[in-house]
Nanobody
């Protein structure tokens, strides 16, 4: 059984910062990429940022220059540092991981989400 648990969401004023964490646990052989997505009310889930096992990062245009994704491979944990937050960043943020279980099967996992609310 694999779990992704996000934490760090909350309410912050515009211009403020938050740091999200995503910890993967359970029967994991290896993790390839970890990513963050978000879903605002009435909108589709959208990509925010991604980091590969080698440390290569990719960002949505809305996140570039304000958000930083990082990863602690030893802890199977990914982070999303969000600075200069805007009201339009308000959403539920979901962690995603592409990982290999002990049977060497690759699978895609999602966390339960953490709410980020940015007030104007």
């Amino acid at each position: 059984q694999v779990q992704l648990v996000e934490s760090g969401g909350g309410l912050v004023q515009a211009g403020g910062s938050l740091r999200l964490s995503c910890a993967a646990s359970g029967s994991i052989f290896s993790i390839d990429a970890m990513a963050w997505y978000r879903q605002a009310p009435g909108k589709q889930r959208e990509f925010v940022a991604r980091i590969t096992s080698g440390g290569t990062t990719t960002y949505a245009s809305s996140a570039k220059g304000r958000f930083t994704i990082s990863r602690d491979t030893a802890k199977n944990t990914a982070y999303l540092q969000m600075n200069s937050l805007k009201p339009e960043d308000t959403a539920v943020y979901y962690c995603n991981a592409v990982l290999q279980v002990p049977t060497r099967t690759w699978a895609n996992y999602w966390g339960q989400g953490t709410q980020v609310t940015v007030s104007s």
